[in-house]
């Protein structure tokens, strides 16, 4: 599950680089090499995310990625040995970019109804911006791999489950304080919330259907409405409230 510890242990990974006990001894050059050799495979990992959650991981080759950035197909099998390495890298470069596009913003919200509703408002925003040009990058990998046995199936199974798990876990932070409704299913919440963002996730891009978002988060208001006791609609907007914000935001895009 998605917590504050391994969020910031996941984000000091994206930054630090690791040392070495014989870091010292190294010479200036070797480190040089390593440090063109991390930004050569980040460079790499940035095009596939974007190259896959349009045309698929099965659409990621070494071929496909050295036209994309050109490259020569033997400089990028110096990185990435396998089709197979290549896309679990890709996926887990894809994790990290939701970690910091949607958890840690969602968990900067107090715990219980008002991270809740932050994890599904800044989910929308996170595909209706266009982070990775395909959408969700894992709506559509689990689309493609969901009956396809094999290690990166494994991988996207457990990364799916990870923010279902953390739906269900703040569905009861909520109720433990007091804000939803204890008879409420936690996990039959999180799973109408989640129906709800890939619903929104396949008319935005099937359909171009930028309203989808405004609809998605009207239906998990209501549902989050209907559960909440008299001290969580106090942190909810109401209605009226997000559809004057949808409107502003409407406005916006088209200047």
């Not at 200036?28 to 991981?57: F, M, Y």
């Not at 968990?107 to 982070?131: I, Q, S």
Request: net charge positive; hydrophobic share 45%.
């Amino acid at each position: 599950m998605f917590s504050k510890t391994n969020v910031r242990a996941i984000l000091r990974a994206m930054t630090v680089i690791t040392k070495s006990t014989g870091a010292e001894t190294e010479r200036p050059s070797a480190q040089a090499r390593k440090a063109h050799g991390a930004r050569t495979r980040q460079t790499i990992l940035e095009a596939a995310v974007d190259i896959a959650s349009e045309e698929g991981l099965e659409g990621l080759s070494i071929g496909r990625l050295a036209s994309e950035l050109s490259m020569s197909k033997s400089g990028l099998f110096a990185h990435f040995g396998s089709k197979e390495e290549l896309q679990l890298a890709t996926v887990e470069t894809a994790r990290a970019v939701f970690i910091r596009e949607v958890i840690t913003p969602a968990f900067a919200a107090d715990r219980g109804l008002a991270r809740l509703w932050k994890l599904c408002d800044v989910w929308l925003e996170y595909v209706r911006g266009e982070v990775f040009r395909g959408g969700c990058f894992f709506a559509a990998a689990a689309a493609e791999f969901d009956g396809r046995p094999g290690s990166v199936r494994d991988r996207v199974a457990e990364i799916m489950k990870e923010w279902l798990t953390t739906l269900r876990r703040s569905v009861a932070e909520a109720q433990e304080a007091g804000q939803l409704d204890a008879e409420a299913d936690p996990a039959q919440l999180a799973f109408e919330l989640h129906a709800l963002e890939m619903g929104a996730n396949w008319a935005f891009q099937l359909h171009d259907d930028r309203e989808a978002f405004t609809r998605a988060r009207t239906a998990m208001l209501e549902r989050l409405r209907r559960h909440a006791t008299a001290d969580g609609l106090k942190l909810l907007p109401t209605l009226a409230q997000r559809r004057g914000r949808a409107r502003v935001t409407r406005g916006k895009s088209k200047t």
